[in-house]
């Protein structure tokens, strides 16, 4: 199945890519090759197969909740960037929240366009 340039432009525009003119198409040729081994695989017959939602046994790996020794608060703390007294010291990543009046109107005081 050959796919259409416009097609590949609304399949990047539905995953929200920006595609250059040769991307567009290089991602033809590739989508459309793809859709072709999905063909040739329509044919083979599964009729005598049953359904399978796992091909391979499943199996849990956990392992035994254990002590073991742990590195000390000043062997932790020895590879921090930044530390204050016994802490790590981040940057904060929590802002407070903006009212409408900040919302609409930008830090040298124009208007903001939505």
Not at 67 to 94: H, I, K, M, T, W
Request: net charge negative; hydrophobic share 35%; aromatic share 6%.
């Amino acid at each position: 199945m050959k796919l259409s340039r416009d097609e590949v432009l609304h399949i990047a525009r539905l995953a929200r890519l920006g595609l250059a003119d040769s991307e567009v198409d290089e991602f033809q040729e590739q989508l459309s090759n793809i859709l072709e081994n999905f063909e040739i695989l329509q044919k083979v017959d599964t009729s005598n197969i049953p359904p399978t939602a796992q091909v391979i046994p499943l199996q849990n790996v956990y392992r035994e909740d254990g002590v073991s020794p742990s590195l000390s608060q000043s062997e932790v703390l020895a590879n921090a960037p930044r530390r204050e007294g016994d802490y790590f010291r981040v940057p904060a990543v929590l802002e407070q929240p903006l009212g409408i009046d900040e919302l609409s109107t930008s830090t040298n005081g124009e208007a903001n366009k939505f």
